[in-house]
Nanobody, 118 residues
Framework: QVQLVESGGGMVQAGGSLSLSCAAS????????MGWYRQAPGKQRELVAD???????NYVDSVKGRFTISRNNAKNTLYLQMNSLKPEDTAVYYC????????????WGQGTQVTVSS
């Protein structure tokens, strides 16, 4: 199986930046797509960004131009660079990794808190 450990969360002022990392271990050869979800109090979980093995990326409209998702397959690590942070970005951010074979399954990190003060 795959284990995911997130790091880089914290508290910043509006307009600041944070970099999140998600380190995968275990059966990393199984990993296909990866991405980040976030969940704010009282709100539904939202897909922030995802990235394919080949590097194709997608972003929710609210973070386009501010966030950048990337991955280093050799290091089995996923990143999310967050710039120009807004209070609306405050949430718990969760990394996920998707495997296709031998069966479809999503692995999840423990979550890391991002708090943006106004």
């Amino acid at each position: 199986q795959v284990q995911l450990v997130e790091s880089g969360g914290g508290m910043v002022q509006a307009g600041g930046s944070l970099s999140l990392s998600c380190a995968a271990s275990g059966s990393t050869f199984r990993i296909n797509g990866m991405g980040w979800y976030r969940q704010a109090p009282g709100k539904q979980r939202e897909l922030v960004a995802d990235i394919s093995m080949s590097g194709t990326t997608n972003y929710v409209d609210s973070v386009k131009g501010r966030f950048t998702i990337s991955r280093n397959n050799a290091k089995n690590t996923l990143y999310l660079q967050m710039n120009s942070l807004k209070p609306e970005d405050t949430a718990v951010y969760y990394c996920y990794a998707r495997q296709v074979t031998p069966y479809q399954y999503n692995y999840w990190g423990q979550g890391t808190q991002v708090t943006v003060s106004s």
